[in-house]
């Protein structure tokens, strides 16, 4: 199993580009099952769960060819309807092609997804939604089992679906469900991530009706036929963010080409309250940082709040700044696996419910840790990179599912990292 190992205490120094977000491209991959013909996409990162979500298409007849960061789905000929527990095991995110499926095939079946280290992460509003759609929906052997053969034409219906929890991966996939819904289909207190909007931009190249989408009501007005079209897949805030720490613990300069400043405003916001200098324009992101760093207190909640997806690197970050830190997470009930991993390194954390108290210390030390989550991870490689001594992180797959090139990106940088098996 591979390993990252990392040699710490060097500032990064250089410029790096930011690649497409994983949680942009893989639902607008699963939205290339919508399509009657090619979608054309670009931007597409090279990521474990890119490569798994493609596998997926491919059993399902979807003729995918990729070269570079460039992927055509050819979703004209598809045969089977159906994402096996195999396949959602490895990458929870397989759920996403239930919408599609459902909505232009009448029919579909997937593995229910299970929990995962990060908490249990249900998807009964996914199944709600499309109940309230008129939907069919079965629960049999881990299996949902959905179909729309008794309605009107095979289709879904349009409807107004309040989310009583703003969900990600639940509003995608119902907007997917509502673009070939026949009527109006409004979506309240929708997600309002960067990647939705990515999504919706998308779907409507495709020829969709979707407004609203970055609010919480997300109108969507059903077409008989959606068509192929090109999109480019948005940046990814997440990988960017995760750069931005790392060039602010190790007390360096690094600019990130193909980043938005506007994606990533709370991020921004804790960072110069750490002391950070942060310089933007309209495609990058510079930040610069003498390594001396004041805790910041941090609240995960829905975009534009704080991501929950940053919350471990902002946690490596406190424990070597100064003074004394709360962070909450509000999302996941069981995000906080890096904890007892940055203790190994000399971390100062207690926990209490969903909350994290963390002491800075002077310097944290290189040890053996383990990933237990992408995220997690990420956390642990940003105190890798400041810890005297080497650090040597197992079961990187992890970070392969979200990464792209993670160490030839930070040895770029001037970090001294490298994987071995
Ligand atoms: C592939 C992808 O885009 N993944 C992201 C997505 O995950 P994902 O879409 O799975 O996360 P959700 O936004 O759905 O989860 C948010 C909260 O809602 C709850 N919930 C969700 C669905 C549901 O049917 N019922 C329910 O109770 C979850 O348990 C959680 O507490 O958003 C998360 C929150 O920003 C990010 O951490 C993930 O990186
Ligand atoms: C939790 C994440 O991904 P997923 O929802 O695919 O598990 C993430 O991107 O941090």
């Known amino acids: 199993m591979d390993k990252l190992i990392i ?20 639902p607008i991959l699963c939205a290339g099952l919508l ?44 045969a089977s309807f159906e994402a096996t527990y195999e396949m959602v095991k490895t990458m929870r995110a397989s759920i996403l092609v239930l919408g599609p499926l459902l909505s232009r095939f009448g029919t579909a079946r997937v593995s229910l997804p299970g929990g995962c280290a990060i908490g249990s992460r249900p998807v009964d509003l996914h199944i709600k939604g499309l109940q309230a759609m008129g939907a069919a929906m079965h629960i049999t052997h881990g299996y949902i089992q959905a ?16 989310m009583d929890m703003v969900t990600v991966t639940g509003t995608e996939n119902l907007m997917m469900a509502a673009a070939l819904a026949q009527g109006t289909t409004v979506l309240e ?29 997300i109108t969507i007005e059903g077409v008989e036929r959606l068509t192929g079209a090109q999109h480019h897949i948005v940046c990814d805030r997440i990988e960017a963010g995760t750069y931005m720490v790392a060039a602010a613990m190790t007390g360096g300069e690094v600019t990130l080409k193909n980043a938005r400043a506007d994606l990533l405003e709370a991020v921004i916001e804790k960072l110069r309250e750490a002391g950070v200098q942060i310089r933007t324009d309209a495609n990058s992101i510079t930040v610069k940082s003498n390594g001396q760093l004041k805790a910041v207190n941090i609240r995960t909640a829905p975009h534009p709040a704080f991501p929950t997806d940053m919350q471990a690197q902002f946690m490596a ?24 991993e940055l203790q190994r390194m000399g971390a100062n954390i207690e926990i209490q419910g969903n909350t994290a108290f963390v002491k800075g210390v002077p310097a944290l030390e290189g040890a053996n840790v ?52």
Do not use: W
Request: aromatic share 4%; hydrophobic share 40%; glycine share 8%.
């Open 370 to 421: 383990m990933a237990t989550d992408l995220r997690a991870s990420a956390g642990l490689v940003l105190a890798g990179l400041v810890a005297e001594g080497e650090t040597v992180i197992d079961r990187i797959y992890h970070l392969d599912r979200g990464y792209e090139r993670l160490e030839e990106k930070l040895n770029q940088l001037g970090a001294k990292v490298r994987r071995s098996n």
């Open 189 to 217: 207190n929708a997600a309002k991530e960067p990647e939705v909007v990515d999504l919706a931009e998308c779907l409507n190249k495709m020829g969709a009706k979707i407004t609203g989408a970055g609010t919480d009501t």
């Open 35 to 78: 399509a009657e013909t090619p979608l054309i996409l670009t931007g597409v990162p090279e990521l474990r769960d890119v490569a798994s979500t493609l596998k997926l298409l491919d059993t399902m007849g979807v003729k995918v060819s990729k070269a570079d960061d460039q992927v055509s789905l050819d979703a004209s000929d598809v």
């Open 317 to 340: 970050m406190n424990t070597m700044a100064e003074g004394v830190s709360t962070v909450v997470e509000t999302i996941f009930e069981n995000r906080f696996m890096h904890v007892q």
């Open 7 to 26: 040699e710490g205490g060097v500032p990064l120094h250089g410029e790096i580009v930011v690649s497409g977000a994983k949680n942009a491209a893989l």
């Open 147 to 162: 179909s729309t053969l008794h309605l009107p034409n095979r289709r879904l219906q349009g409807a107004t679906y309040y």
